[in-house]
């Protein structure tokens, strides 16, 4: 997998709408893109799985216990006859540059950060093309969708790194609230259906930053334009 981290994107992260910035930022948003391209060790993993149905209807994992809780994600997974678990992260390189930035250079730190959420994306773009050139033609799939979103809860970020074995295959560990470590890894599952997939789901409406994010008060979104 090839991942490169999108200048346009960096900077709608960080604001940008197609106004002028100064020949010194674009200079640091450049090093600091080249910056985590160096030190950015990305892992990924994810299994396909089959979902089993009980009396209710209701979508469960066939091999294993992975809880899918709410009604958001019952939703979500409504016509869907199998799923992508997958996590992703960039490393501890990257994290703990973002600690030292924080420390040092707030301006580096800011760059960094939002060149870390395009990346990560980027690489959970990559996962989503392996998983389809792999299925071939005949599937359509939901967006991804990561504990947090909605009601489903964010405490299942322990049951998806666990089911993964993240920690051992990629590093990926989960704090006593939840959030994963390193900060710039991800989460999500992804149905696999025969039908088109059409939703109603409000992603930003049920984004946890709903309530302070720059991109909503603006009319426009944080997460890939591919989605």
Do not use: W
């Amino acid at each position: 997998m090839e991942i490169k981290v999108n200048k346009s994107e960096v900077l709608r992260y960080l604001g940008y709408k197609n106004q002028e910035y100064s020949q010194e930022l674009d200079q640091i948003i450049d090093e600091v893109r080249n910056e985590i391209m160096e030190i950015s060790n990305f892992k990924y993993i994810y299994k396909i799985v089959e979902l089993k149905r009980d009396d209710e209807g209701k979508a469960y994992i066939a091999d294993g216990i992975m809880p899918l809780l709410g009604e958001n994600i019952q939703k979500h997974l409504a016509n869907a006859e199998s799923c992508v678990i997958m996590a992703a992260t960039l490393g501890f390189e990257v994290e703990k540059r973002l600690n030292y930035y924080s420390k040092v250079d707030l301006t580096k730190n800011f760059i960094l950060d939002s060149c870390g959420t395009q990346m990560i994306e980027e690489v959970c773009d990559g996962i989503e093309e392996e998983v389809k050139e792999k299925l071939g033609d005949g599937f359509y799939y939901t967006f991804r969708y990561s504990p947090g979103y909605g009601d489903y809860p964010i405490s299942v970020q322990n049951e998806l790194v666990r089911y993964l074995d993240g920690y051992r295959k990629i590093g990926l560990t989960v704090t006593d609230s939840h959030l994963l470590l390193p900060r710039k890894s991800v989460t999500a599952i992804m149905g696999i259906q025969k039908i088109p997939f059409v939703s109603e789901f409000d992603r930003c409406a049920a984004c946890l930053a709903r309530e302070y994010c720059k991109f909503r008060k603006e009319g426009t979104r944080c997460y890939s334009k591919k989605d």
